[in-house]
């Protein structure tokens, strides 16, 4: 099986930024659909980014124009750059892989297989 393990959260100011990401481990396949949740305290979890095994991404609007995420296919690594962080960006965040590489970017929590344990991010 693959293993998803996030790391590069952590306690930053308002405005500040933040790196976060993803490695997989384990049994690896290289086609993976990779999406950005997050879950703050009292709050349902949210997709916030996607990213295609064919490199297209997707936004939940709360992240566009703040959130930018990537991968390195070499490292088998994704990432999710977060600028111009606010409280309200607080919470558990965590990312999820599917295999399958004709998956449109998706911000469906059940789109996903495999999660990791997440990391957390805290704004004050």
């Known amino acids: 099986h693959v293993q998803l393990v996030e790391s590069g959260g952590g306690s930053v100011q308002s405005g500040g930024s933040l790196r976060l990401s993803c490695v997989a481990s384990?049994?690896?396949?290289?086609?993976?659909?990779v999406a950005w949740f997050r879950q703050g305290p009292g709050k349902e979890r949210e997709g916030v980014a996607s990213?295609?095994?064919?490199?297209?991404?997707l936004y939940a609007d709360s992240a566009k124009g703040q959130f930018t995420i990537s991968k390195d296919n070499a490292e088998n690594t994704w990432y999710l750059q977060m600028n111009s962080l606010k409280p309200e960006d607080t919470g558990m965040y965590y990312c999820?892989?599917?295999?399958?590489?004709?998956?449109?970017?998706?911000?469906?929590?059940?789109?996903?297989?495999?999660w990791g344990q997440g990391t957390q991010v805290t704004v004050s």
């Open positions: 384990g049994r690896i396949k290289t086609e993976y659909c």
């Open positions: 990213i295609s095994f064919t490199n297209i991404g």
């Open positions: 999820a892989a599917v295999d399958r590489p004709w998956r449109p970017p998706s911000l469906r929590d059940y789109d996903y297989t495999v």
